[in-house]
């Protein structure tokens, strides 16, 4: 009995082992379960996300697709642009979200990508700023285009109307704007309404003149020269605002300079009529007699006079253009016609009255008239849709702004320098080595002639003339053997060769023992660099404006002096006002313009050739101004320099060769 009660106790144990055992399967099969439905749910929401990822793709896809046909329909190309970039940036987007649920390390890559493209384009725009600087150091200077802002300004600036036609008279200052605009308005330069003239820089900033003629809807610009203090030449189109005229004249007068390339160049950029002009014709052209022999104050009978004139007309006319056609092809421009006239002809034409001795005047007129109407109904036709093309990178602003102040690299030559052009100027230790530099145009071969002795139609005098004849460095010696000077004739500054704020080191003038800073019409910018560069390397100068005589004849004609007809104490009273207003204003100009670029006064000696020739070969001069001042201030400065004696023993020597001159002149 109590074995089957143990069977039985057994048999139910095991029973309920085997329950608990089925319990704890069908436990585990439940959670199986759930988990199965987790992560079918975890998928279902996956591939749900998956879905809606799709459709949001699809979508910025559909709206790409329809933005892109939108811009082929309208055929515009910002909407073009818009449509591109849309597409780009979607595609951007969904690679970078996918590569982000993809592989987090992959966006990390991504990030750390674009960190070096943004460190490569930064390496970029450095390089280009060392660019812009390089090639401000060689010269070459950078586009500057304006603003539509800028174009805005300028306009109201210049009080432009559409319904006018606007000339702009530009050029190297000196050239005779100012008088050439009164000419075209009818008037005398002493009239009343008439623009400023004067021997020194009288327009100082852009004069607006309507025509007294209210039938002719023309307005007259006259601008400030370029060249002077105030007016750097590689600044001048911009700064002058010369990109709102609807036609260009770019005057000269004794040079065809960097300045009127640089105009022709921009004008052609803003597609501006343009026409070179040649001023004071008659002026070159009596240069021109007086070289080949005429002399006013002697009797000349009339067909003599007209053969030389006809002559001189003939050289001059011929000079004038070959030289414009060889800086334009030089500069790769286009060629153009070059008008020659005067003021005096032009105004007789303007008057309807017969000039004399008329060149291009009649052309002149008609032409400008005729290209500023076409210009205006071209520009009424087209509108202004070229405004909206102007961007730059930070680099180029910046070298820009920079050039825009007015800084330039100094430069500094080296030893080895130095050497090869002492080399070059045949330099010796026992001469005394005397430059004569400045603006072109100012007469620096006539005057190293007439220190030399000699005239410029001698066979060893340096080459003169109405075109650039000085291209390189000439060295002249002084013919007599005595007399140990070598003179130097400098190209002059501003040519097309001879940029103007390279001139200095680009002619190795550091080298040479005392340098004659020349100028003729304005004490420009160039005279201010030479005498900033000479205070550098301490070599004495000496500022000396040249063709005194020219004039103060022109100041006498602006006076009433004729010539033709006045003679006796009437002209010995005009030569006597006219020579010291001349004077009075030309000192005072220089002392201003050394005063507003902080450098000490200096003496400034006014000469003419005719006189210093005298001078040297001690005749009677009949107009001495500063001549023997001069002459005598060279070789004392020249000896004290090169051969150090005391400044007593030179002071003896100079006063004895002074006292010479004037016993012999009779001064």
């Not at 051969?643 to 030179?650: C, I, K, N, T, Y």
């Amino acid at each position: 009995m109590a074995t089957v009660q143990a069977e039985c106790a057994a048999a139910r144990a095991e029973i309920a082992e085997l329950i608990k055992s089925n319990q704890e399967s069908q436990q585990k099969a439940l959670e199986a379960q759930q988990t199965a439905l987790q992560a079918a749910a975890a998928s279902q929401d996956q591939a749900h996300k998956e879905m809606m990822a799709m459709v949001q793709a699809g979508r910025v896809d559909k709206e790409a697709r329809l933005l892109a046909e939108a811009a082929a329909r309208t055929a515009g190309e910002e909407t073009k642009q818009r449509a591109s970039e849309a597409e780009e940036e979607r595609k951007r987007t969904a690679a970078v979200q996918e590569q982000a649920e993809r592989d987090p390390q992959a966006a990390q890559e991504q990030a750390k990508k674009s960190q070096e493209a943004a460190d490569e384009e930064k390496s970029k725009a450095t390089a280009t700023q060392e660019e812009a600087e390089r090639k401000l150091k060689e010269g070459i200077q950078l586009v500057v285009t304006p603003t539509p802002e800028e174009v805005s300004a300028a306009k109201r600036k210049v009080q432009y109307r559409e319904d006018l036609f606007h000339f702009a008279v530009a050029g190297m200052a000196g050239g005779g704007k100012s008088s050439l605009i009164n000419a075209f308005r009818g008037l005398r330069n002493k009239d009343i309404g008439s623009a400023a003239t004067g021997v020194t820089g009288t327009t100082l900033a852009m004069t607006r003149y309507a025509s007294p003629n209210v039938e002719y809807p023309y307005v007259w610009y006259d601008i400030p020269g370029a060249g002077t203090l105030k007016i750097p030449d590689w600044q001048y189109f911009n700064t002058q605002g010369l990109y709102v005229f609807d036609c260009i004249i770019v005057l000269f007068d004794n040079r065809f300079t960097m300045t009127d390339i640089a105009i022709l160049t921009n004008c052609k950029r803003f597609k501006i009529p343009t026409y070179i002009v040649r001023s004071k014709a008659d002026q070159h052209i009596r240069f021109i007699m007086k070289d080949m022999g005429y002399d006013s104050d002697d009797d000349e009978s009339e067909d003599r006079k007209k053969k030389l004139y006809q002559a001189a007309r003939q050289q001059f006319i011929q000079q004038t253009r070959q030289i414009v056609k060889d800086n334009l092809e030089n500069a790769k421009i286009p060629d153009q016609r070059v008008y020659i006239v005067s003021n005096e002809p032009m105004l007789g034409v303007v008057k309807e009255k017969r000039p004399r001795q008329a060149i291009d005047e009649i052309e002149l007129l008609n032409d400008l008239i005729g290209e500023a109407q076409t210009r205006r109904a071209r520009c009424d036709a087209e509108g202004a849709a070229e405004e909206k093309l102007r961007e730059a990178n930070v680099a180029r602003e910046e070298a820009e702004g920079k050039l825009a102040q007015g800084i330039q690299p100094l430069v500094t030559p080296t030893p080895e320098e130095v050497n090869n052009t002492k080399s070059l100027a045949k330099y010796c230790e026992d001469l005394f080595h005397i430059a004569v530099a400045g603006t072109a145009g100012g007469g620096k071969s006539s005057l190293i002639n007439a220190f030399r002795g000699l005239r410029n139609n001698d066979t060893r005098a340096a080459a003169t003339g109405v075109i650039e004849t000085t291209t390189a460095i000439a060295r002249c010696p002084d013919p007599n053997p005595d007399y140990p000077y070598v003179w130097y004739d400098v190209p002059g500054a501003g040519t097309f060769k001879i940029p103007d704020w390279l001139y200095f080191n680009s002619q190795g003038l550091y080298i040479y023992d005392c340098i004659i800073v020349l100028f003729n019409d304005r004490f420009t910018e160039t005279e201010i660099a030479v005498l900033t560069n000479c205070r550098r390397f301490k070599i004495p100068t000496y500022i000396v404006r040249s063709k005194a005589d020219s004039h103060i004849r022109d100041l006498m004609k602006e006076e009433g002096y004729n010539s033709d007809d006045d003679g006796g104490d009437k002209k010995k009273k005009l030569y006597q006002a006219a020579s010291q207003k001349f004077i009075q204003q030309t000192r005072q100009s220089v002392k201003d313009n050394l005063e507003n670029a902080n450098m000490p006064d200096q003496r400034v000696y006014i000469v003419s050739n005719e006189t210093m020739l005298d001078v040297v070969k001690q005749k009677r001069p009949k107009k001495v101004i500063d001549e023997i001042e001069l002459l005598s201030d060279l070789i004392w400065a020249a000896q004290i320099r090169r051969l150090g004696r005391s400044e007593a023993l030179v002071a003896t020597t100079v006063k004895k060769m002074l006292q010479s001159i004037r016993a012999n002149s009779g001064i």
